[in-house]
């Protein structure tokens, strides 16, 4: 089981839809993905957009979060997506 899933904070599971960005300084490539499950420091995300461990996005989203800013700690490959655990920074 990843750290994500730690005991730290409690889990709240949604099925939000959110936007991200892999450049905060170019909006011309928006991604899109689902929030399955959201904490005080971070997300799960489904998306079809590949990501590597450690990149950074921005998240576009009318949602409170604690930051729009999260780091990938971890990737799943499903199917035809990808379940990523984000931390917040």
């Keep these: ?18 936007e ?3 450049d905060p300084f170019n909006d ?6 689902t929030i399955e499950n959201i904490s005080e420091s ?5 998306t079809s957009q590949s990501l590597t ?3 950074e996005i921005t998240i576009k ?3 409170f979060l604690p930051s729009e800013t999260a780091v990938v700690c971890w990737i799943e490959p499903q199917d035809d997506s990808y379940r990523i655990g ?3 920074v």
């Design 53 to 55: 461990e450690g990149q």
């Design 86 to 88: 984000l931390k917040f």
């Design 1 to 18: 089981m990843s750290l994500f899933y730690s005991a730290k904070h409690d889990r709240c599971y949604v099925n939000s839809t959110v």
């Design 61 to 63: 989203s009318l949602l």
């Design 20 to 22: 991200y960005v892999l």
């Design 42 to 46: 971070g997300m799960c995300l489904f």
């Design 28 to 33: 011309d490539d928006i991604f899109e993905g």
